[in-house]
């Protein structure tokens, strides 16, 4: 999964905890940040059970503050 979000204070733990809510096993994090952009990348490898639920976690994952987009990277 990647995420693409105006990086701010506690972004991480807003994922962390909607992934722990959804019980999405949670393989790898990998956080990158453009100060110039004041943009944030999280790449995240997760185990999810089926597509619907794919789908609902990234709508999910959308509806955090600041993040403006949230797909499925194969």
Do not use: C, W
């Not at 943009?39 to 503050?65: C, F, H, W």
């Amino acid at each position: 999964v990647l995420i693409k979000a105006f990086d701010r204070s506690e972004l991480l733990k807003d994922v962390t905890s909607l992934l722990a809510n959804e019980k999405a096993h949670v393989y790898s994090v990998q956080t990158q940040t453009n100060k110039n952009e004041n943009m944030t990348y999280i790449t995240l490898t997760v185990e999810i059970d089926g597509l619907n639920n794919l789908s609902r976690l990234l709508a999910k994952l959308e509806q955090i503050p600041n993040v403006l987009e949230a797909r499925r990277q194969v």
